[in-house]
């Protein structure tokens, strides 16, 4: 209507305009008016719906909410979809453009600038925006205070509508839109407890007709029972204001009905009816709330939140499930119980739901007075469903729902009859009878008289605590001696196992230190020994002999013994007592001239892991292995090596003992051609070279398997070269050495490279040695 009373307007200047035209001009403005019909047509697009909320709806309301911009943004974009499925609008989404939601930013930060400028109440919006159980609890006495003070006001409906939002976290509309064949009865199990169930169709995020369901129960106080408001509100509908009860001779005879309806108009209410005297409500209880028909919504989440429901079942329970979950809506129903028995001011675990005033039902006579129309329409539609006639379910549901109010209201009666004493409806019947009175007394005499489940549990409780504790503390004493006895048992054994302990380290300590002496007197006589030979092969250098067979075989007796020393175990400390000539007389065979045909034997010298002796008895004997002196005329010494066996023999230096070194561990060392030429014929720091090693079938060298056999393949190529350098080519060692070291610095390569890459192949081999000699010395081996 906006946007057509604007084209009309703009439209009339044109034709205003056009007068001064001529006929031209009148043409046109018949032109206009023909197609008048045309402008009537109102394309949704997202600038006219921004123009529309600027100048019509905040125009109209300046101070409109949130939520009212966004109601008039739908019903838009609703007239937008109508257009474009009928294919006569191909404007774009109204909501999708920048437009549109520039404005409603700038909307939300103007009203907020404005109520800062204002100076608005800082405490809305605030934690305790609202009101808290305690104020819900005023709120609700208020209305009963306001019913006693005009009885012809809708009090009872305000309290009911206040009282069951609260209870189902609903909206306004949920309420005002819900029919009385929206209401049915629910039982709970295995415990029952019945609830009132409300069924809503249609709300603000319902617009696809989802089932939902909004759930209340009698309350544990009856100040704020929802259940109790309702049927107070009912009575006042059908008793007091005197509303014909509901026809149920047909669906459509009663399915229309509204829940809350107005005094005057017999309709429903609108949000004005309920928001004003709501409005009144917080006015007069000095309660600050940034809502107010919604306020009941977020304080009902609040409190079900406060009471330690979980979110996904407030969720539920107040309908901000998201649409489409099949789960809820087809099979868990929208029902969570948490929040139900938290609203009802219960524990949401259960176990504590007691009303006293259900203790006692109200007698049948008494209770037919409320409502006697529900017994006949009740036998009436069974009647017609019987018959084959229009079937009624949700009748028989509402029927059965008011029969059971009717207990409600005379049990809540009984006691809200005592606390508020001046309300307007005491007066009338069922309440003025005799009936009534018995029963009120009955019911109070029985709930001062019974004592609360809780209290009959303990004292039922407490003598079975106390057998159960006198069994639990002569079952705790015989566990202790137990443990006691069975510590002592454990301690005696390890007791046991620490003496057995002891004993067995003493005598491996003693053990030990016999084996430590043992090696000690082992390593003197092996000190004895090489001190014996070390003075033959002196000797034996000493004599100037023919070179015979007989030389060359005591020349290998001497190699072997030592190598065969060079293999024995030295022990590192050499402490002990003096060993004496008696214990190796092995020393004395040794001094005596050796002959071809005897054999040498060596009695107490057992060969163990390879480990070398000292230094100078080795340096000596690899002197006396390489020098080519006969020991044929060998005589023993004038001066005894080992003194008598009357006279002790003195105690030797310790000499320094030396562990076997793999060629892996000289690879470590060796570096250069130099270094490795020492290596391997002289040795080095007291061992062996290389070459007496390999000689002697020093099994140390190549001990650690294919890595070793490999690095002494390498050298044993560079020596070669070496050797042929000096037999061939008439070099000395020392010039080849040099040569060789001073060509590897220049080419900048090593060892390792020389062997594997220039002398592993005869042709590699020969370059590389043509390209070592001097151009004179190539081209005469060449020639």
Request: net charge neutral; proline share 5%; glycine share 6%.
């Amino acid at each position: 209507v906006f946007w057509r009373c604007l084209n009309r307007l703009r439209a009339g200047q044109e034709r205003q305009g056009g007068q001064q035209g001529g006929s031209a001009q009148r043409s046109r403005s018949t032109e206009t008016a023909e197609g008048e019909d045309e402008l009537e047509e109102v394309l949704v697009s997202e600038q006219k719906l921004v123009t529309y909320l600027n100048c019509f709806v905040l125009h109209k309301n300046p101070r409109i909410g949130d939520e009212g911009v966004e109601t008039h943004i739908k019903a838009m974009v609703n007239l937008w979809e109508t257009q474009t499925l009928q294919g006569r609008n191909s404007f774009p989404h109204p909501r999708d453009g920048a437009l549109i939601k520039a404005f409603t930013k700038a909307l939300r930060t103007g009203r907020s600038a404005l109520a800062a400028a204002k100076l608005d109440d800082a405490w809305k919006h605030s934690l305790r925006d609202g009101y808290d159980p305690d104020e819900h609890n005023k709120i609700s006495k208020w209305y009963l205070g306001q019913a006693v003070a005009d009885a012809q006001g809708s009090w009872a409906r305000a309290r009911f509508d206040f009282l069951m939002q609260h209870a189902i976290m609903g909206r306004s509309e949920d309420l005002r839109n819900a029919k009385l064949s929206s209401l049915y009865l629910h039982s709970s199990r295995p415990q029952a407890s019945k609830a009132v169930v409300v069924s809503i169709k249609h709300s603000k995020t319902n617009t696809e007709a989802r089932r939902e369901f909004g759930i209340a129960a009698r309350h544990k106080n009856e100040d704020v029972c929802p259940i109790g408001a309702m049927v107070f509100y009912f009575f006042d509908r059908f008793h007091v204001k005197k509303e014909s009860f509901p026809d149920f001779s047909s669906r459509a005879a009663w399915y229309d009905i509204q829940l809350l309806v107005d005094e005057d108009e017999r309709g429903g209410v609108t949000w004005s009816d309920q928001a004003k005297i709501l409005r009144k409500a917080f006015e007069e209880l000095n309660i600050s709330s940034s809502k107010l028909t919604h306020t009941m919504r977020g304080a009902a989440a609040r409190h079900a939140h406060e009471a330690g429901c979980s979110e996904s079942s407030i969720r539920i329970h107040g309908r901000w499930t998201a649409s489409g979950d099949q789960l809820i809506e087809r099979y868990l129903t929208g029902i969570a119980v948490q929040p139900v028995r938290a609203l009802s001011g219960f524990s949401i675990s259960g176990g504590d739901h007691y009303l006293p005033r259900t203790l006692l039902d109200p007698p049948n006579d008494l209770a037919r007075k409320l409502w006697p129309q529900v017994d006949e329409a009740e036998t009436a539609v069974r009647a017609r469903q019987a018959a084959g006639g229009e079937k009624d379910e949700a009748a028989l549901a509402f029927l059965e729902m008011m029969r059971w109010l009717r207990l409600v209201l005379l049990q809540d009666a009984a006691l809200l009859s005592t606390t508020y004493p001046s309300l307007p409806i005491w007066s009338m019947e069922p309440f003025t009878s005799t009936e009534f009175h018995a029963f009120r007394s009955a019911l109070t005499t029985t709930i001062s008289g019974t004592p609360h489940p809780l209290e009959v549990t303990v004292t039922e409780i407490i003598p079975r605590l106390g057998h159960a504790l006198a069994d639990l503390r002569s079952s705790v004493a015989e566990t202790t001696e137990a443990f006691k006895q069975a510590i002592s048992t454990q301690q005696a054994e390890n007791d046991r196992l620490r003496l057995s302990f002891e004993t067995a380290i003493a005598t491996l300590s003693s053990s030990i230190e016999r084996h430590d002496r043992a090696d000690e007197a082992r390593a003197m006589t092996q000190q004895v020994i090489m001190s014996s030979i070390t003075a033959l092969a002196s000797a034996s250098s000493s004599l100037e002999s023919p070179h015979t067979s007989q030389h060359e075989q005591q020349q290998q007796t001497i190699q072997l013994l030592v190598r065969l020393l060079s293999n024995s175990t030295v022990s590192p400390a050499l402490s002990g007592p003096p060993v004496s000539a008696a214990t190796v007389p092995a020393a004395s065979a040794l001094s005596s001239p050796l002959s071809g045909s005897q054999s040498l034997e060596l009695t107490g010298i057992t060969p163990t892991s390879s480990s070398p002796s000292s230094p100078a008895v080795l340096s000596s004997s690899a002197a006396a292995l390489t020098g080519p002196a006969p020991i044929s005329s060998l005589v023993p010494p004038t001066t005894p090596l080992v003194p008598p066996a009357t006279a002790p023999c003195p105690s030797l230096p310790a000499a320094p003992v030396l562990l076997p070194r793999t060629i892996l561990c000289l690879a470590a060392t060796v570096k250069t051609v130099n270094e490795l030429a020492r290596e391997w014929y002289e040795g080095r720091d007291g061992y062996m070279g290389i070459c007496a090693r390999l000689l002697a079938k020093d099994e140390g060298l190549a001990s650690k398997g294919a890595a070793a056999r490999k690095q002494i393949c390498r050298w044993r190529r560079v020596i070669a070269v070496l050797e042929e350098l000096v037999a061939q080519r008439g070099w000395r060692r020392p010039e080849a050495v040099a040569a060789i070291d001073h060509h590897l610095k220049h080419e900048k390569y090593g060892l390792r490279t020389l062997a594997d890459q220039h002398l592993a192949k005869d042709e590699t081999r020969l370059a590389w040695v043509q390209a070592l000699l001097p151009p004179s010395s190539s081209s005469v081996s060449g020639s």
